[in-house]
Nanobody
Framework: QVQLVESGGGLVQAGQSLRLSCAASGSIFSINAMDWYRQAPGKQRELVADDGKGRFTISRDNAKNMVYLQMNSLQPEDTAVYYC??????????????WGQGTQVTVSS
């Protein structure tokens, strides 16, 4: 079994920044992918992409099995629950996906 623990969410004002962290632990042979998703009220869960412009930046620390989401210039429309998703392979090559519990990000105008 694999556990994911997210942290770093909170309430910020528009234009401010937050950094989310996700730590994976447990029965991990290898991690194929670590991604971030978000789900706003009344909307479907969506993948959060590194925009390459510095507003949303995703980074990994493979030695620590961690993934980070740096969010800058946050706007009210970024308000959502942010989830970490990890694809883990076992020693037989079987893949499983795990979700974190989610961390709330609220951006006030």
């Amino acid at each position: 079994q694999v556990q994911l623990v997210e942290s770093g969410g909170g309430l910020v004002q528009a234009g401010q920044s937050l950094r989310l962290s996700c730590a994976a632990s447990g029965s991990i042979f290898s991690i194929n992918a670590m991604d971030w998703y978000r789900q706003a009220p009344g909307k479907q869960r969506e993948l959060v992409a590194d925009d390459g412009k510095g507003r949303f930046t995703i980074s990994r620390d493979n030695a620590k099995n961690m993934v980070y989401l740096q969010m800058n210039s946050l706007q009210p429309e970024d308000t959502a629950v942010y989830y970490c998703n990890v694809e883990v392979a076992d020693s037989a090559g079987l893949r499983n996906f795990y979700w974190g519990q989610g961390t709330q990000v609220t951006v006030s105008s």
